[in-house]
C-alpha cells in the first residue's frame, strides 16, 4: 500500500486526505473555542447569578406596614 504513494497520483491523492483531514480538524478546534467560549460566559452569568440569589435571600425583609406606607408614598405622585 504505501508503494502506491510514491507514484505522482498516489502521492497527490495522499495529499488531499491529509490537507482534508486538516481542514476537518480546523473546522472542530473552531467549533470546540466557539462552545468553550459559551460555556465561559454560562459560568460568569451563572455566578453573577448566584451572588444576587444569595443576597436577596439575606437581605431582610420589609415589614408589610413598611410596604403598605411607602405604596400610599407612591400613589401620591401618581
Known sequence: QAVSFLDDPGASRLEREVQTGRSQLEEL????????????????????????????????VEPKAELYQRKAQLNKYK
Request: net charge neutral; glycine share 4%.
Open 29 to 60: 478546534i473552531l467549533g470546540l473555542r466557539e462552545e468553550h467560549a459559551t460555556l465561559e460566559r454560562s459560568i460568569v452569568l451563572y455566578k453573577d447569578f448566584q451572588e444576587r440569589y444569595k443576597s436577596q435571600i439575606h437581605s431582610t
